[in-house]
């Protein structure tokens, strides 16, 4: 039975490592892969075998000098006098293992077997002694079991993949254990089951524990291979910390390499010693008997010496401990504060030597003074006290200082400190290369600057993804079994025909159309195949994997264009049927100009967002590949994704693989048949590059990148990856996993073939530098990403929260204004759906305030804190030229600057609004609103506000109005250019057929903004 277990996971091994291998060998990253490989295989082999000879090894020795149990004794004897003639074996054997009292009265070598120690333990100290140390081991057993759990396997869909340092075994931390135990009963029961048998056969069942222990020590430390290799290639920060003098570096690549060797040897060792203390305690019959005879001479050298290293480990824990003061939270900031520098670094420094010292001497004891002299058991006990001593007053120390010294003159003690902080957290974030300007606000737009702006107001986003998506899924899902799942913000350079934004000043003059190139701001979306959406009793097994590969097609949507009926407006978007305006199977586009701007040639997307399963392809099943009309046409997979699975090995490994026996038995393979799987666009990088972070948006992208012409294949996946580390000193994390990031990486996914590639955006970042000398074959340098991928290069949302999120406190650079918290930000609120949220970042085609020409940005706007009145504003450079930068423009303390939820209280509680708002909630629809923008034009704002009008049946939303503040002007009109014209343009005439438009006076609101207007100043 073990031989077949034995055999049938070595057949589990084998298959999964082949499948890696050809998997690997697909996507180009062999290296990547065997490098990492080996680095795991051995870690886990070094580590595990160490630990389970350490233990077991002293398990062993135990075993020789423990006390025998009753029946040992006798089997002993027995032994004995059947040795009796045949010289000194017997008395070998009785010298070693006969070693109970009564035994040893008939040994020649009685000296050193005979208790040490004078008198022996009573049962009601021996009990609760072996009970406790029963109980530290069943801990242990629990704690290195749940961070087994923690990390294995790693979840493929988080992030960041890599998992974060093991925290070490501390008796501090059994707190937290029996606040587990008392939700979850049954571990209660599972704790006593293993004391149980611990006290029953401790021999066998420590044994188990040592080669279970030495499995998850191996195990975790397998799993943090990234860690080991970034510790012997280290790339300097060139950046020193103010209290040890030492390079980021150290912390961010060295400093987690000492933790883990903490966390293994720490728990190794301590195992070690309270199993042999047990084995001991629990011998000769101790329990039955009622008393321990008290530890022999081999005995005590043992426990000495294992004792030895139990305080070394600990040694190297305070030294640790040294460097974690950095990331400190106990003063007023994050990181080393006054207590911890001039109070708890010596103190941990102190007891780091205590513990080295009293290592050295009880090793020092256990190999020389045994010789010499009697040693009693009470020696490492005094030891023990006097570090526990020095402990407490450490802690007692602590105390006092920061509450007698501290608290009183708090600023003062703390301001270097604080300084430190506000300095490490602003460069770990990026912070520090903001650029900051201020923005005084004149409220003096004219006509003429919005003519001169008019690409910034063709731009603005009128649609929300989210509406859109549910139009999307509405008009352009074509099949039950396509998806949208998610739409994206982009850009393309578009020959366009565009109308001026504002009529002639002259009436007489006439206000053309015209066509231009130009940036046009856009939602793309890709048309996903959800194969959970196919028609139940269409789920064959061979619809899964042969017929059903591919989704197929985008749309492509300006993000201010609506059509006559108020839905998006396309650019592109369908599948042709084959009429005259286009082809069967190629995307409609809205006009000719379209149709050469937009490169759209074969658009089946066989790796995204949505794609989960595994396919087989080409085969001798046709592909479905889309519908037109009331019939199906279908396609044969051409493309260089994928595994060659015609050879019959390759079909019976990837049968054990996916557990799947249908794949042997098909007669549907060809000679060209390949096997693509881990389609995921994220899931496919997290396999290559576990170690990076990665964006939560992947977006795509269409773009021609190569000139054959040939190549119809124009999709692509781009995915921002970070690098990350939580050992930055003295940078406060916040609300984050880590406390220094990067966006190093721009990854693009061939969403046809598969392809990954990785571009190094940022070479001076020295942990992607770090990992370039690691795997120097899986990046390359940005400059070789093709220029039409480069122009579609985007700010990512997730880097740019987390830095607007960090920049609300630590925009503050002055010790005391930030002791004080006097300037601290807030993200505002906005109303959507009828519901408060955080105004979310968001993109827009915009001229800056001293730029020359319109670029694509990300923006945030922030409210003091309490207040909802606008202070300040961050925006984020996309485009290649200014990629990167963070501009940052503050609003005069002196000036009333509305904010979001000021602006919705003027369109909420206005009357005559409101009033057209109730008035459409009623007969089955409902009134949507969308994310109220902050424009910036020149030397002002402008607030723009889209309503959407959705029918509770058929839940499509159309665009009802578009809202248009500027200064003490509230307009509600059917379109945007309405409303500007309104604004800028009061004496034009408007066309007959437009509905009136709504327009109102601040002044006339003055009630309405009362309670804004009280709370803001």
């Known amino acids: 039975m073990i031989g077949l277990l034995?055999?049938?996971?070595?057949?589990?091994?084998?298959?999964?490592?082949?499948?890696?291998?050809?998997?690997?060998?697909?996507?180009?990253?062999?290296?990547?892969?065997?490098?990492?490989?080996?680095?795991?295989?051995?870690?886990?082999?070094?580590?595990?075998?160490?630990?389970?000879?350490?233990?077991?090894?002293?398990?062993?020795?135990?075993?020789?000098f423990k006390y025998p149990n009753s029946s040992e004794s006798e089997k002993q004897g027995k032994r004995g006098r059947g040795d009796a003639g045949t010289g000194g074996r017997g008395e070998g054997f009785t010298?070693?293992?006969?070693?109970?009292?009564?035994?040893?009265?008939?040994?020649?070598?009685?000296?050193?077997?005979?208790?040490?120690?004078?008198?022996?333990?009573?049962?009601?100290?021996?009990?609760?002694?072996?009970?406790?140390?029963?109980?530290?081991?069943?801990?242990?057993?629990?704690?290195?079991?749940?961070?087994?759990?923690?990390?294995?396997?790693p979840d493929y869909s988080l992030p960041d993949v890599m998992p974060p340092l093991p925290p070490p075994f501390e008796l501090a931390s059994t707190e937290r254990f029996w606040s587990q135990f008392s939700e979850q009963n049954w571990q209660v029961g599972v704790l006593a089951g293993i004391v149980i048998i611990l006290l029953l056969k401790p021999q066998f069942w420590l044994s188990a524990i040592a080669v279970a222990i030495s499995l998850v020590f191996g195990l975790v430390l397998s799993e943090n291979w990234a860690r080991v290799l970034q510790y012997f290639s280290p790339t300097a920060f060139e950046q020193l910390d103010p209290v040890f003098g030492r390079d980021i570096s150290f912390y961010t690549f060295r400093v987690p390499l000492w933790e883990l060797l903490d966390f293994w040897l720490g728990g190794l060792f301590l195992y070690g010693l309270v199993a042999v203390c047990l084995v001991y305690l629990l011998s000769g019959d101790s329990l039955?008997?009622?008393?321990?005879?008290?530890?022999?001479?081999?005995?005590?050298?043992?426990?000495?010496?294992?004792?030895?290293?139990?305080?070394?480990?600990?040694?190297?824990?305070?030294?640790?401990?040294?460097?974690?003061?950095?990331?400190?939270?106990?003063?007023?900031?994050?990181?080393?504060?006054?207590?911890?520098?001039?109070?708890?670094?010596?103190v941990e420094t102190g007891l780091s030597i205590t513990a080295a010292a009293i290592a050295l001497g009880l090793l020092w004891t256990s190999l020389i003074r045994f010789r010499h002299r009697k040693i009693r058991v009470r020696t490492p006990l005094i030891a023990l006290g006097v570090y526990l001593a020095a402990v407490i007053l450490g802690i007692s120390l602590n105390a006092v200082v920061q509450t007698l010294s501290v608290d009183p003159d708090e600023l003062e003690l703390e301001r270097p400190y604080i300084e430190r902080?506000?300095?490490?957290?602003?460069?770990?974030?990026?912070?520090?290369?903001?650029?900051?300007?201020?923005?005084?606000?004149?409220?003096?737009?004219?006509?003429?600057?919005?003519?001169?702006?008019?690409?910034?107001?063709?731009?603005?986003?009128?649609?929300?993804?989210?509406?859109?998506?549910?139009?999307?899924?509405?008009?352009?899902?074509?099949?039950?079994?396509y998806e949208f799942p998610n739409a994206d913000i982009d850009r393309y350079t578009l020959k366009v025909?565009?109308?001026?934004?504002?009529?002639?000043?002259?009436?007489?003059?006439?206000?053309?159309?015209?066509?231009?190139?130009?940036?046009?701001?856009?939602?793309?979306?890709?048309?996903?195949?959800?194969?959970?959406?196919?028609?139940?009793?269409?789920?064959?097994?061979?619809?899964k994997h042969f017929a059903y590969t591919h989704g197929y097609g985008f749309t492509l949507s300006p993000v201010n264009q609506i059509s006559e009926s108020g839905v998006p407006e396309y650019f592109v978007r369908g599948i042709g049927t084959g009429q005259a305006v286009d082809e069967v199977g190629t995307l409609r586009t809205s006009s000719e100009y379209t149709r050469n701007s937009i490169p759209i040639g074969k658009p089946r997307i066989y790796y995204g967002e949505q794609t989960d399963t595994y396919v087989m392809a080409p085969?001798?099943?046709?592909?479905?590949?889309?519908?037109?009309?009331?019939?199906?046409?279908?396609?044969?997979?051409?493309?260089?994704?994928?595994?060659?699975?015609?050879?019959?090995?390759?079909?019976?490994?990837?049968?054990?693989?996916?557990?799947?026996?249908?794949?042997?038995?098909?007669?549907?393979?060809?000679?060209?048949?390949?096997?693509?799987?881990?389609?995921?666009?994220?899931?496919?990088?997290?396999a290559i590059a576990p170690f990076l972070r990665y964006d939560r948006d992947p977006y795509l992208v269409t773009a021609r990148v190569e000139e054959d012409e040939s190549n119809q294949n124009h999709l692509h996946w781009i995915i921002d990856a970070y690098t990350t580390s939580d050992r930055y000193p003295y940078s406060d994390p916040g609300n984050n996993e880590f406390n220094y990031i990067r966006n190093s990486v721009k990854i693009v996914i061939d969403a046809y073939n598969g392809d990954v590639d990785f571009y190094v955006i940022d070479p001076n970042d020295p942990v992607i530098a770090t990992w370039s000398k690691i795997f120097p074959n899986l990046f390359q340098p940005?400059?070789?990403?093709?220029?039409?991928?480069?122009?579609?290069?985007?700010?990512?949302?997730?880097?740019?929260?987390?830095?607007?999120?960090?920049?609300?406190?630590?925009?503050?650079?002055d010790p005391r204004v930030f002791y004080n918290q006097e300037d601290q930000w807030q993200i505002p609120t906005e109303i959507y759906q009828n519901e408060s949220q955080t105004v979310a970042p968001y993109y827009l085609i915009l001229k800056l305030p001293t730029a020359t020409e319109e670029e694509f940005i990300l923006l945030h706007s922030y409210t003091p804190i309490s207040r909802n009145n606008l202070t300040a504003w961050l925006a984020g450079r996309s485009d290649p030229a200014q990629y990167g930068k963070l501009l940052l423009y503050q609003f005069p303390k002196q000036e009333l600057v509305y904010g979001p939820k000021q602006i919705e209280a003027l369109i909420n509680q206005d009357p005559v609004i409101s009033q057209q708002i109730s008035l459409w909630n009623r007969q089955g629809s409902k009134v949507i609103q969308g994310n109220l923008l902050v424009i910036p034009i020149e030397q002002s704002l402008l607030y723009v506000e889209p309503l959407y009008l959705e029918a509770e049946r058929n839940g499509l939303p159309t665009l009802a109005r578009v809202i248009v503040v500027y200064e003490n002007r509230i307009v509600m009109t059917e379109t945007l250019q309405q409303a500007i014209q309104v604004i800028f343009q009061p004496n034009q005439q408007r066309g007959e057929a437009a509905p009136p438009a709504i327009i109102r006076t601040l002044d006339e609101l003055a009630p309405a903004l009362q309670g804004e207007q009280g709370g803001s100043e």
């Not at 997979?637 to 038995?665: A, C, H, V």
Request: charged share 20%.
């Open 497 to 543: 025909e565009t109308s001026p934004i504002l009529p002639p000043a002259n009436q007489g003059q006439q206000a053309d159309e015209q066509t231009r190139i130009e940036k046009q701001q856009t939602i793309i979306a890709a048309r996903e195949l959800d194969y959970d959406s196919v028609p139940g009793q269409a789920q064959t097994w061979i619809n």
């Open 421 to 481: 902080s506000i300095a490490f957290t602003r460069a770990a974030f990026g912070l520090d290369e903001i650029e900051s300007r201020i923005f005084d606000p004149r409220g003096e737009l004219s006509a003429a600057d919005i003519r001169e702006n008019a690409l910034t107001i063709r731009n603005i986003r009128l649609w929300d993804v989210r509406p859109l998506l549910q139009s999307n899924r509405q008009l352009q899902r074509l099949r039950p079994y």
């Open 619 to 686: 085969t001798r099943v046709e592909e479905f590949d889309f519908p037109s009309r009331e019939e199906n046409f279908y396609n044969t997979y051409d493309g260089n994704g994928g595994i060659p699975i015609s050879s019959p090995w390759r079909q019976w490994l990837f049968t054990e693989y996916f557990k799947d026996w249908r794949m042997p038995f098909t007669q549907n393979f060809t000679p060209q048949t390949r096997l693509l799987f881990r389609r995921n666009i994220e899931r496919r990088v997290r």
């Open 782 to 813: 940005f400059d070789d990403m093709p220029a039409t991928l480069r122009s579609h290069i985007r700010y990512p949302i997730d880097l740019f929260s987390t830095q607007s999120e960090q920049l609300l406190t630590y925009h503050m650079s």
């Open 95 to 153: 010298e070693h293992n006969n070693s109970s009292p009564q035994s040893q009265r008939d040994s020649p070598h009685s000296s050193l077997l005979t208790p040490h120690s004078d008198g022996g333990v009573r049962l009601r100290l021996l009990l609760p002694v072996v009970l406790g140390g029963s109980l530290l081991v069943s801990l242990m057993l629990f704690h290195y079991a749940q961070v087994a759990l923690n990390q294995w396997p």
């Open 288 to 346: 039955s008997q009622g008393k321990f005879a008290g530890f022999s001479r081999p005995q005590l050298r043992h426990l000495y010496a294992l004792g030895s290293i139990v305080m070394l480990a600990l040694a190297l824990r305070h030294g640790l401990s040294r460097y974690e003061l950095l990331y400190s939270r106990r003063g007023v900031v994050h990181g080393a504060s006054y207590t911890d520098v001039n109070v708890q670094l010596p």
């Open 6 to 64: 034995g055999l049938l996971l070595a057949l589990e091994l084998v298959s999964r490592l082949t499948a890696e291998i050809l998997w690997f060998a697909e996507v180009e990253y062999i290296p990547t892969f065997t490098r990492r490989l080996t680095t795991q295989v051995g870690l886990w082999v070094v580590v595990c075998s160490s630990s389970a000879f350490f233990l077991l090894g002293n398990l062993r020795l135990a075993a020789r």
